[in-house]
Nanobody, 118 residues
Framework: QVQLVESGGGLVQPGGSLRLSCAAS????????MNWYRQAPGKERELVARITSTGSTTHYADSVKGRFTISRDNAKNTIYLQMNSLKPEDTAVYYC???????????WGPGTQVTVSS
């Protein structure tokens, strides 16, 4: 019943932009902080961006700060990741993650591939 479905990934040239979306269902979306993680080949999964349940506070990895923007629309049960000035090192599978405010539950989407290459 719980589902997180990412979309918007693809192939883009260095310096280009993409916007990822994550549609959530099956849980009380407004009670969860939402996160974007990514995992590149041979690398550990890392937290890219986080947004609180109300959308009032965001956090970013140093590697993407100033280039990526996370947002949420609680009316649509959806979060977004706007990615600008993309670099080859941004190539990874990007995962949507939901974390309940009391840390009792966490859910993961299947991921979407982002490839930055000429």
């Amino acid at each position: 019943q719980v589902q997180l479905v990412e979309s918007g990934g693809g192939l883009v040239q260095p310096g280009g932009s993409l916007r990822l979306s994550c549609a959530a269902s099956g849980f009380t979306f407004s009670s969860y902080a939402m996160n974007w993680y990514r995992q590149a080949p041979g690398k550990e999964r890392e937290l890219v961006a986080r947004i609180t349940s109300t959308g009032s506070t965001t956090h970013y990895a140093d590697s993407v700060k100033g280039r990526f923007t996370i947002s949420r629309d609680n009316a649509k049960n959806t979060i977004y990741l706007q990615m600008n000035s993309l670099k080859p090192e941004d190539t990874a599978v990007y995962y949507c993650n939901a974390q309940r405010v009391d840390w009792a539950f966490t859910f993961w989407g299947p991921g979407t591939q982002v490839t930055v290459s000429s």
